[in-house]
């Protein structure tokens, strides 16, 4: 094949949604679906597996959540299908925003009977920002929900994006009958039977009118089901293919996971409408997958995979040309030349050496401490990748050595534990104290439980009183020095020597934004 074939055929997308919407079980159904696992549970075992062959994991284990973004690919009707299923759990949400900056798409999934959560907004912020085309499955039609055109409103206003159904479901809960695939024009019916297998019994019907559809599904749902077809086509205007890679038009589907139930729908319409690898922006141009020479750029690092080798991975997202192991490529930021002799690719339940790669596919390299995220490879060209953020953490505290004799291990440990972004490290102007920002107040145990097990360090942490940290930059020298220093007791850097302002209330940061009219406060900044 060529290399405008192997892109033509690449989906790489990512599975997001707030915890319990039924993430893990639609990424395990797709893989059921594409005959990369045979027993739909074998991605959870695999990841327990996982779990237990690292020091890291330990505490992914005694939790029960998922605390890594998982890669996994298979062959799905002629398409390679790079599926990236990650954390739910606000707590390791940057694990989650960082991997959007390597997939082309998005499947948000949503509960039926929860509809639009706090996490799901995040994360579709994100994907605005990255102009990501989106589709939506809306989960656990199988259990009491709220009414389809309601969770429809819903999204649009919540998410703010145009929705057009491309399937709508006949009833919810216990009259659940199906799903009418509008995109298709058929109808899949669900029986309880079904739970277990791969198929659900699909019946072509073109014409809602017909009387079989009544035959199959009872007059009155068959007569329910004409008036929301009716009501759809008349609401929402056709689907637009070109509006939805554009990202600003989601097609939603409905559906049961657990049950099997609409995803094949989801499947075969992905396959079919998400897009191949996009161009992928940098400081100085713009790269086209179809380019002849190699650029990727690492979106994430997995330290401490296996304990008794304390290796690192590396996740590298291939952007252009094709990949060859054993081959030298440029390290961006140190300017060194690297080839790599064991490229990993992530099958579903093993991780295999491959001798190629392609745009779109996420290879694992194996990293001894050289790798940062961002960092770029290229066949010799000067480029740095941009768009990966970095947002803005909502916990704080002190981060103060618990034993002066392992002064060297912690400073080793935290900038490592950084580089690797599990957390964010500000030095305070004021008095020059470390202190650490997350996401989620579960990262702190992660840190002080790595900083132990892994670099033999032990830290304590001690409060501090922040609303919120920004980044602040302005055009006007003299309006930011003034701010400066007024603000001198709550100024800090990062660790690329940026500003950044600690607000200790919601009132402080209100106030600064509205008497330095030239600052720009922003909440998520780049790597």
């Known amino acids: 094949m060529t290399l405008h074939d192997e892109i033509a055929r690449r989906r790489t997308f990512a599975v997001i949604a707030h915890p319990d919407a039924g993430k893990t079980t639609l990424t ?21 597996k996982k779990g237990a062959t690292s020091d890291f994991m330990e505490i992914e284990r005694q939790r029960g959540i998922s605390v890594a973004t998982a890669v996994m690919g298979f062959e799905y009707a002629g398409c390679k ?4 299923d990650t954390p739910g759990h606000e707590d390791f949400a940057e694990d989650t925003y960082r991997t959007l900056t390597a997939v082309d798409s998005v499947i948000i999934v949503i509960d039926g009977a929860k509809g639009v959560e706090a996490q799901t907004r995040k994360l579709m912020d994100v994907c605005r920002m990255r102009k ?29 994006i145009r929705v057009r159904p491309l399937a709508f479901p006949i009833s919810n809960g216990p009259t659940f009958k199906g799903v009418y695939n509008l995109y298709e024009k058929n109808l899949s019916l669900f029986t309880s039977d079904e739970k277990l297998t791969a198929d659900a019994s699909t019946i072509e019907i073109h014409d809602l009118q017909a009387p079989e559809l009544a035959q199959h599904i009872g007059e009155k749902f ?44 989801l499947l075969e319409c992905f396959v079919r409408i998400a897009p191949s690898p996009r161009p992928a922006p940098t400081e100085s141009r713009t790269v086209e997958p179809q380019e002849g020479k190699m650029t990727g750029f690492v979106f994430k690092i997995h330290a401490n995979m296996d304990p008794n080798h304390r290796d690192r991975i590396a996740f590298l997202k291939i952007c252009s040309g094709m990949f060859e192991r054993n081959k030298n490529y440029l390290h961006v930021r140190s300017g060194k030349q ?43 060209e000067t480029l740095k990748f941009t768009g990966i953020p970095s947002f803005a953490p909502e916990q704080f505290r002190y981060i103060e050595n618990a034993d002066p004799m392992k002064f060297k291990q912690l400073a080793k440990g935290i900038d490592q534990l950084m580089d690797e972004g599990v957390a964010q490290l500000f030095t305070s102007s004021l008095n020059g104290r470390k202190i650490i920002g997350t996401v989620g107040a579960l990262q702190f145990e992660v840190i002080q439980y790595r900083l132990e097990h892994e670099y033999n360090a032990s830290c304590r ?67």
Not at 143 to 159: T, W
Not at 241 to 255: I, K, N, S
Not at 343 to 362: L, N, Q, R, Y
């Open 28 to 48: 395990e159904k797709l893989l059921l679906f594409g005959g990369a696992i045979h027993v739909a549970g074998a991605v959870k075992s695999n990841k327990i």
């Open 222 to 265: 068959a007569d329910q089901l004409r008036q929301d077809v009716e009501l759809v086509e008349g609401v929402y205007d056709a689907f637009d293919r070109e509006a939805y890679l554009r990202g600003e038009l989601a097609p939603v589907f409905f559906g049961s996971a657990v049950n099997n139930f609409g995803v094949r729908e």
């Open 132 to 160: 990501t085309p989106v589709i939506v499955f809306i989960n656990k039609l199988d259990r009491p929900s709220k009414e389809p055109f309601d969770l429809l409103d819903e999204v649009e206003k919540e998410l703010h």
């Open 338 to 380: 690297m080839k790599f002799s064991s490229p990993t690719a992530f099958m579903a339940e093993k991780k295999s050496v491959i001798d190629e790669a392609w745009p779109g596919d996420i290879v694992g390299l194996h990293d001894t401490g050289n790798f940062k995220i961002g960092d770029t490879f290229t066949e010799g």
């Open 461 to 527: 942490w001690e409060p501090i009183s922040i609303y919120k940290a920004c980044w602040i930059e302005s055009d006007n020298a003299e309006q930011l020095a003034d701010f400066k220093k007024r603000k001198h007791t709550n100024m800090a850097v990062d660790k690329h020597g940026r500003d950044v302002f600690l607000a200790d209330t919601n009132y402080a940061l209100t106030l600064a934004q509205e008497n330095f009219k030239d600052i720009r406060f922003s909440f998520a900044s780049e790597f």
């Open 81 to 84: 299908i790079n599926i990236l």
